[in-house]
């Protein structure tokens, strides 16, 4: 990682109608990730047809560095997708909550899933590709 550059997460949200349209912001992400010299965009997650975890409609990860951040945000605003964007503390249950940022309209998430505050298992999985 990036000297001292914060982990991050993007929840980008889709239904049937907007799939089209997710497909071709994940196309985008993808085509980031591992370029150039230092990557911001570590990893882009499948698209996950239905509600997964806290994640009430179908939706997929996009993993990045805070470098990244206003570009990642910037992307998904134009898309006109919904998105949690967080960041990845260790707490899961702040991070999806007070900590991030609603990009379209806010989605009632199942926060009872999360893991409890200094048990963030996003922490250790963050980066991987076996999303």
């Known amino acids: 990682m990036a000297d001292g550059a914060a982990p991050y997460h993007a929840h980008i949200y889709y239904s049937a109608e907007q799939r089209a349209r997710a497909e ?5 992400f993808v085509d980031q990730a591992g370029s150039g010299d230092e990557p911001c965009i570590l990893f882009v997650g499948r698209m996950m047809n239905a509600a997964v975890g806290p994640h009430p409609m179908p939706q997929y990860e996009v993993h990045f560095l805070e470098p990244a951040l206003a ?6 605003e134009a898309s006109g997708l919904r ?3 967080h960041p990845l503390t260790e707490d899961d249950l702040a991070d999806h909550t ?4 609603w ?3 806010r989605l ?3 926060l009872s899933v999360l893991d409890p505050p200094g048990r963030n298992q996003g922490v250790a999985r963050f980066g991987r590709t076996d999303l």
């Open 24 to 28: 071709e912001l994940r196309a985008r």
């Open 71 to 76: 570009r990642v945000v910037a992307e998904i």
């Open 83 to 85: 998105a949690l964007v």
């Open 98 to 101: 007070n900590l991030g940022r």
């Open 103 to 105: 990009i379209g309209e």
């Open 108 to 110: 009632q998430l199942d």
